[in-house]
């Protein structure tokens, strides 16, 4: 049985008030930072962090993300940090992208690991198919990020949560896990400046203000018996558009499986029961991202304001718990 737990102030970790979980075995439980003060035209990117409440291991069917106001984007981790922070605190976005865990964990203990993103203000579900799971070992601390941004002129207050469905631990079930794979070290020129820069293409004398630059592709090959349940498509608001293709090369184009023009919001697709995404030996995924940058500074890509991305979340089977990370240059698991 799950062990007690307390709520604590700035987080609740409780019992979600949706359904969908009822023939789980357990209850959902729900983790929420907030509430989240945000001035008029302000940005500001939040975390929280606490241990899974449990004192034994639990095995997650689905997570739903459930934002407020102003809220862009959700990042659930596996925390590398033992320290609970229940309060939201500011953080650095996206800072595993930096190869480390958060500084208070010393920087020696590998990144935290990305569990589920969600962008764009509605709620997004993955859901793990069959008997399937995304495992998380007894008392494991798990971090949530918000990035949040209020366009208007009155200050607001939000919120945002996380609602995960679980089961009883079953051995027999097979571990789900997820893959992030995207560009980082690209530069997008200001408009009407030169775009000769590092990753793209199309270079010239000068960039019009508006133009569209498109960066090379990106390419991920899955090892043998790997299927592909769920995808979410990430870009930030200088995104013109995503393409997502099953091929056998970068440089190869292939079946489309994809398409997203709507900048900071990602809607999760996923494959039907039954036809998840399975892949040949030649064969795997190829990504392409465009962009308009019609302002007056340089973007680069990355964590760092004001920084954009390009980035692919895979939620795959089986996980990759037990065996060496993969080593797809641009991916992080």
């Not at 659930?76 to 595993?96: G, N, S």
Request: aromatic share 6%; charged share 20%; net charge neutral.
């Amino acid at each position: 049985m799950r062990g007690r737990f307390a709520v604590p102030l700035g987080l609740a970790v409780g019992l979600a008030a949706c359904g969908g979980a009822a023939d789980t075995g357990e209850p959902p439980w729900r983790m929420t930072a907030g509430p989240i003060d945000l001035g008029p035209r302000a940005q500001r990117n939040l975390c929280v962090r606490v241990k899974a409440p449990a004192d034994e291991a639990l095995e997650v069917s689905s997570l739903l993300s459930v934002p407020g106001p102003g809220v862009r984007r959700v990042v659930l981790y596996r925390a590398q940090d033992p320290i609970e922070r229940p309060q939201p605190y500011e953080c650095a976005p996206l800072d595993f992208l930096d190869g480390r865990a958060e500084p208070e964990a010393g920087g020696g203990a590998g990144a935290d690991t990305p569990l589920f993103i969600a962008q764009g203000p509605a709620p997004e579900a993955v859901r793990v198919p069959g008997d399937a799971v995304l495992r998380l070992r007894a008392g494991e601390m798990l971090r949530l990020e918000v990035g949040l941004a209020n366009p208007g002129d009155l200050a607001l207050r939000t919120s945002t949560s996380i609602d995960l469905a679980t089961y009883y631990p079953d051995p027999r079930r097979v571990a789900a896990g997820m893959l992030l794979c995207g560009s980082v070290a690209a530069l997008l020129p200001a408009g009407g400046r030169s775009s000769r820069a590092p990753g793209v293409i199309g270079t010239g004398p000068g960039i019009a203000a508006g133009r569209e630059i498109t960066l090379p592709p990106g390419f991920w090959r899955p090892p043998a018996a790997t299927t592909v349940f769920a995808m979410g498509l990430h870009q930030g608001p200088l995104g013109a558009g995503m393409t997502v293709e099953k091929t056998s090369s970068p440089d190869t184009t292939g079946t489309i499986l994809a398409l997203h023009d709507q900048p900071e919001t990602s809607p999760i697709k996923a494959f039907p029961p039954g036809h998840a995404l399975a892949f040949r030996p030649d064969e795997g995924l190829r990504w392409l991202c465009s962009y308009r940058n019609s302002g007056d500074q340089d973007v680069h890509f990355g964590p760092a304001p004001p920084g954009e991305m390009c980035f692919l979340s895979l939620y795959h089977l089986p996980a990759r718990d037990n065996g060496p990370p993969w080593t797809t240059p641009g991916c992080w698991q």
